[in-house]
């Protein structure tokens, strides 16, 4: 029997009836395959004797237990993973990890970025990556190794917890390709060390409006690129990644993308995008602008919930980016229709031209990446529509 | 007010101290672990714990009452300065200014923001009819006369009113149809339909008057110029960046961003030069963040005096340091960085420098000079005019004294005798020759033929006429005109040559020959260059150069510059 591993979203009300683990035998048509289930981190990994994910043993285990599989957003594939990554394969990775975090937490946040114990746990982490780094970790190092500059404790919790849970990801799974691990350790394509692809899906025919575009810290400072894509059709925000010693995809900002074909990765939002076939579009109309509107989000508990569910399923990665449409706009701060209000955060002299904007225009949306800072939800602004002499424009803030 | 219940503060305070302290064990209480519990047992444990209460507290507070930014451009300055310039300083001051005499003294001696309000406001006070007369045209003496490349597009706007509606429009619409081309260019680039990159495969001036006016063209435009600056897309960053020093955008601070923290120094001293001409609250942050962060005198200083254009003169006790530095690149970055930074007082410490070897770093200082100093400068400026004898540098000297006599004026000062004495200009020489009459019949005839079109007979009497009279520059000035006109670049520069020979003073005061002359040195580089020969180009953009360009147009002076940037750095320009 070939030991094949597939992973799929479930929903966890059978971990709510207290289930964590089950290995069924389903035959299906005259034909016995084992299924294996297992909760981690909150979703469900099937593991399927066959290397079918969504063939019919796993289905009807899935029926059995009365889960449905709710991986339908996208044209999930139905892969077989081209090789299992040996178990130890991770193994010293996970004890460095392990490492890490330990380090951090007996130096103390106060002095841990001086702390020599710290410096050598991140130079072997780095040593023992392929260059470049997986995009992932670079990424999740680079926002610890800022939140240790700043002190930031409660930062610093969330990136460690994050650490904590991809050392937790590769004891149990062994290094199979879950949307956490594939997330923190693939490359840009989703492939592990090792040569196991992680889950993706297909998406074609979109247009994506480029709403921000930044340097962000990884191993090195601004050692990052990144994209954040409007799907102009689901209102989801796509984020391009990608190593500044290689080159994503060309063109200004703004700009819209005719895709032909791409990959998106579940993961920590906003999700991961890889463009395989596409066109650029340099000049965005006020039509195309007009449809971004209608994707900017209104209410802003809702916002928070958004929030708080990005950050609780992949903390140290997720940075949750949206277009927010508030009722009322102050010098640094947004409210909602129902006077809920959140924070607006620039880097330096964003919000003064912001403020200048909106002495000139209405601003129709603005767009920024989600935090959280002493418990109020902030907006980093990075770009903003604005209907300047009657007619929506765009400006990039960041 | 904290944001936890006592027992998760209790714990942040574990981890902000580290559980290697004798805390440890109370942690591991407060976590509910044994006390044989391993470190990573509880390293685990405490960030679960605070990562799940932030997370679950998140958007629980809100944020303060909204709060004004109370921040205006240039109160943080503190200028030292109490004389009327001085006074000038911050947003919206030289608009209170109505006297055309006191406006111009401000376009010739203010600092860069004030010269160009001063514009604005001369514009503006024209627009409204309220100089009129001989007001009006004094005032157009002066902005005609003016031949700063950093003030080209305020130029432009108060040249277009000045030159009359019809010729305004005629040269407005021309502009818009090469904008409209490029725009239509720059979609075919990125749809891929086409693999040249337009800017760059404009004719060289259009693509100096673009980068210099770039705030008139279309979001499109400017977006696509960011794209350059930001990635790779087969153009010199470099290149473009030192074409945009005057662009003065908004539009591309994110992108001048990026490049003011790109690894490669002279791409960031570039854009931080770029940053300075732009009036953009998002600036003086970004700059204030490079200046720390950067080790390199060279880059703090240009940064620094990038900064004090925004109205932060932080660096100024640190560039003022920089001043005895013997490294010719330093000391050129303070220099630079002194004309925004420096006072009055700081002009014999720059006088200091006029003796310096490197020209280029006493150009650099007679500028400074003209931008800092009082009648102190003066005496030093007309001792170097006295002993030069490059035109460029007479130019740059004049400029300087202007502007410095302007400022004494608005001061309320007057120069000293002795301090324009070596500056006076001396009266052209008559010259009288034997076969004076003959040379003149011969240059009218060849004028006129080459007025009806008969090329060839024309040059033939203007060639005689030269022979017959050796040097007068009039036969060779309407040959290089000639030339110029028939694009024959390569025979125009040798009739010019002879011109500057005969009476480089007739030449270099002409606006009409000198943006010929300009025009065909550009032409001619381009053409050597594209030949493969870049050094007889390098050679011919440093010769134009050497000249007083003043009266050439400012993209040509630009342009030249830029080029003799690009093949001084062995890069194609």
Redesign the interface.
């Known amino acids: 029997m070939s030991e094949a591993d597939k992973s799929a979203r479930m929903p966890t009300s059978a971990a709510d009836a207290g289930l964590r683990r089950a290995t069924l035998e389903i035959e299906v048509e005259g034909r016995t395959e084992l299924v294996a289930l297992a909760l981690r981190d909150g979703e469900w990994i099937a593991t399927s004797s066959d290397g079918e994910r969504d063939g019919p043993h796993v289905l009807a285990a899935l029926r059995a237990l009365g889960l449905q599989q709710t991986n339908a957003a996208g044209h999930a594939r139905s892969e077989k993973p081209a090789a299992l990554p040996e178990a130890h394969a991770f193994a010293a990775l996970t004890e460095i990890l392990g490492d890490l975090l330990t380090a951090v937490v007996r130096t103390g946040v106060d002095e841990a970025r001086q702390a020599p114990s710290v410096t050598e746990a991140l130079a072997t982490l780095k040593e023992s990556l392929p260059t470049p780094a997986p995009l992932g970790i670079a990424r999740g190092i680079g926002r610890l190794r800022d939140a240790l500059d700043k002190r930031d404790a409660e930062e610093v919790a969330n990136m460690l917890d994050g650490t904590a849970r991809l050392v937790a990801a590769l004891r149990d799974s062994g290094g199979a390709p879950t949307p956490r691990v594939s997330a923190w350790l693939g490359r840009v394509d989703a492939t592990l060390e090792g040569g196991a692809r992680g889950p993706r899906e297909e998406l074609s025919d979109r247009q994506l409006l480029e709403v921000g575009r930044g340097a962000l810290s990884g191993f090195q400072r601004r050692s990052l690129i990144r994209r954040h894509l409007l799907c102009l059709r689901s209102g989801q925000v796509y984020r391009e990644d990608f190593d500044r010693s290689s080159d994503g995809t060309a063109g200004p900002s703004p700009r819209v993308l005719r895709v032909g074909l791409a990959e998106g990765y579940p993961g920590p939002e906003p999700k991961r995008i890889r463009l395989m076939q596409y066109e650029v579009v340099p000049r965005v109309t006020p039509q195309e602008l007009e449809k971004s509107a209608t994707h900017a989000r209104r209410d802003f508990e809702a916002l928070t919930d958004y929030y708080r569910k990005s950050v609780r399923a992949f903390p140290a990665l997720a940075e949750p980016f949206v277009l927010i449409a508030g009722s009322h706009y102050d010098f640094d701060s947004a409210a909602d229709s129902s006077g809920r209000r959140i924070a607006l955060k620039g880097e330096g002299g964003e919000l003064e031209r912001l403020a200048q904007l909106r002495a000139r225009a209405g601003v129709r949306w603005l767009a920024g990446t989600l935090s959280d800072e002493e418990g109020i939800i902030v907006l980093a602004v990075h770009s903003a529509c604005v209907a300047r002499d009657g007619e929506l424009v765009f400006e990039r803030i960041h | 007010m904290k ?1 936890f219940e006592p027992r998760i503060e209790r714990l ?1 305070d574990t ?7 004798e805390s440890a064990d109370e942690a591991r209480n407060e976590l509910a672990l044994r006390a044989e519990a391993d ?2 047992d ?3 444990s ?3 714990i ?3 209460c ?10 303060a009452r ?4 109370g ?1 205006g451009k240039g109160s943080a300055s503190g200028s030292p300065d109490a004389s009327l310039l001085g006074q000038l300083v911050g947003e919206g001051k030289v608009d209170q200014l109505d006297d055309a005499d006191t406006l111009l003294g401000v376009l010739r001696a203010g600092t860069l923001s004030q010269r160009r309000a001063a514009i604005r406001r001369i514009v503006a006070r024209i627009e409204s009819r309220e100089f009129r007369g001989e007001v009006q045209k004094r005032v157009a003496t002066e902005i005609y006369a003016i031949r700063d490349v950093e003030l080209d597009f305020e130029l432009e706007a108060a040249r277009a009113l000045l030159m009359g509606r019809r010729a305004a429009r005629a040269d407005r619409d021309d502009w818009e149809r090469t904008l409209s081309t490029l725009e239509e260019s ?2 075919e680039f ?3 339909a086409s693999t040249g990159e337009p800017v760059s495969e404009l004719p060289s001036l259009t693509r100096a008057r673009l980068l210099l006016r770039l705030r008139d063209a279309s ?2 435009v400017a ?2 110029v ?2 350059l600056i930001e ?3 087969g153009t010199d960053a470099l290149a473009l960046l030192t074409s945009l020093r005057h662009a003065a955008d ?2 591309l601070v ?1 992108s001048l961003g ?1 490049a003011l ?1 790109d690894d490669r120094l002279a791409v960031a001293v570039e854009a931080a030069r770029a940053l300075r001409r732009i009036d ?7 700059l ?2 490079a200046y720390n962060r950067s080790p390199r005198d060279s880059f703090r200083a240009i940064v620094g005096g990038s900064l004090a254009d925004h109205g932060d003169p932080i660096a100024r006790d640190y560039v003022r340091g920089l001043l005895d530095r013997e490294d010719t690149v330093t000391l050129s970055a303070a220099v630079e960085a002194m004309e925004s930074l420096g006072g009055v007082e700081d002009a014999e410490a720059l006088a200091k420098l006029l003796d310096h070897p490197d020209e280029l770093l006493v150009r650099s200082t007679v500028r400074t000079l003209g931008r800092v100093s009082d009648g102190r400068g003066l005496r030093s400026l007309s001792a170097l005019r006295a002993k030069t004898t490059s035109s460029s540098l007479r130019a740059e000297i004049e400029d300087a004294h202007n502007a410095i006599l302007a400022r004494l004026e608005l001061r309320g000062e007057e120069p000293t005798p002795d301090d324009t004495q070596a500056i006076e200009i001396e009266p052209d020489t008559p010259r009288i020759g034997g076969k004076r009459f003959a040379a003149w019949r011969s240059f009218l005839i060849g004028q006129a033929w080459l007025a009806i079109g008969a090329k060839r007979a024309g040059m033939k009497r203007l060639e005689r006429a030269s022979q017959l009279r050796p040097g007068w520059s009039s036969p060779y000035i309407s040959m290089g005109l000639a030339f110029t006109r028939q694009e024959q670049h390569a025979h125009s520069l040798g009739a010019f040559r002879r011109a500057l020979e005969a009476d480089r003073r007739r030449v270099e005061r002409s606006p009409i020959i000198m943006r010929a002359l300009a025009r065909s040195f550009i032409a001619r580089a381009e053409q050597v260059e594209q030949e493969g020969r870049s050094d007889v180009a390098h050679g011919l953009v440093r010769e134009a150069l050497s000249l007083d360009l003043r009266w050439a147009s400012g993209p040509q002076r630009f342009e030249l510059e830029r080029r003799r940037a690009a093949l001084g750095r062995g890069l194609p320009a």
Do not use: Y
Request: hydrophobic share 45%; aromatic share 2%; no cysteine.
């Open positions: 944001r942040l981890l902000a101290r580290g559980i290697g302290s470190d990573e509880v390293a685990r405490l960030v679960q605070i990562s799940a932030a997370i679950a507290t998140a958007g629980d507070a809100q944020p909204p709060s004004d930014p921040r720059i979609a990125w749809e891929a979001d499109i977006a696509h960011g794209a990635g790779n897309e908004p539009r994110p990026v923290e953009d609250p998002r600036v003086p942050s970004m204030l963040a």
